[in-house]
């Protein structure tokens, strides 16, 4: 497994933009797919973003569809999110998770999770 530390979140105004980052231990964080998940209160913890372990797939769900871009840096250790064009709907909790080789967008396939990241929008 890998550690995982988030950051980035904040308190935005809609129509802004916020990079969000996870950062892991080891040194295998390129076998890992990574994925982006967040949760809104009273709602169950949904995908947003996923990435492949070399970064040349990703996949997204409809609702942040051209608005967020996910992408890696192996030599970091770190995937990032990208959120432009922030709406009030995209309050929530992320978080970042690791899956073992695999780009999954289903939560209960990965393996590790980081504590989260609060990110909040004004309309």
């Known amino acids: 497994q890998v550690q995982l530390v988030e950051s980035g979140g904040g308190l935005v105004q809609a129509g802004d933009s916020l990079r969000l980052s996870c950062a892991a231990s080891?040194?295998?964080?390129?076998?890992?797919?990574m994925g982006w998940f967040r949760q809104a209160p009273g709602k169950e913890r949904e995908f947003v973003a996923a990435i492949s372990r070399s970064g040349g797939i990703t996949s997204y769900a409809d609702s942040v569809k051209v608005r967020f871009t996910i992408s890696r840096d192996n030599a970091k250790n770190t995937v990032y999110l990208l959120m432009n064009s922030l709406k009030p709907d995209d309050t929530a909790v992320y978080y970042c998770?690791?899956?073992?080789?695999?780009?999954?967008?289903?939560?209960?396939?990965?393996?590790?999770w980081g504590q989260g990241t609060q990110v909040t929008v004004s309309s």
């Open positions: 998770a690791a899956n073992f080789m695999s780009l999954t967008t289903t939560p209960e396939k990965y393996d590790s």
């Open positions: 080891g040194r295998t964080f390129s076998s890992y797919a």
